[in-house]
């Protein structure tokens, strides 16, 4: 039985020294003139005007998660397609019922206000 994991044995103890490998050859070969420049954040081209720390507003999460809803659809919508020649007139009316649930979904927060930006 333990020849079966000996090959994933193998696999960890290899990842493991690679990383070990290239962590200690990046601090050695590695840069070493820091300066503020180089230390401050970049992200758009201008100094930061919050604190990196405050918190989001609800309304960056709801859009987040709406766009994870609609977004997951696809991985419906793929697999739907590949097999719908064997599945026929019952696939054909099950994915109608799931577009109308989401295109009623997607009115329904569209009439919330739940996709505007302020």
Do not use: H, Q
Not at 92 to 99: G, T
């Amino acid at each position: 039985m333990l020849a079966e994991y000996f090959p994933i044995l193998i696999f960890l103890a290899i990842s493991l020294a690679l990383g070990a490998i290239l962590l200690i050859t990046g601090g050695i070969l590695g840069p070493r003139d820091p300066n503020s420049e180089k230390a401050s954040p970049y992200e758009c081209g201008f100094e930061a005007f919050e604190d990196t720390r405050s918190k989001f507003d609800v309304r960056y999460y709801l859009v987040a998660i709406l766009f994870i809803i609609f977004d997951l659809e696809i991985a419906f919508f793929i697999p739907w397609a590949l097999v719908l020649d064997n599945l026929g007139v019952f696939g054909l009316v099950a994915m109608s019922i799931f577009v109308a649930e989401l295109v009623i979904g997607f009115f329904f927060i569209w009439k919330k206000g739940a996709l505007e930006w302020e």
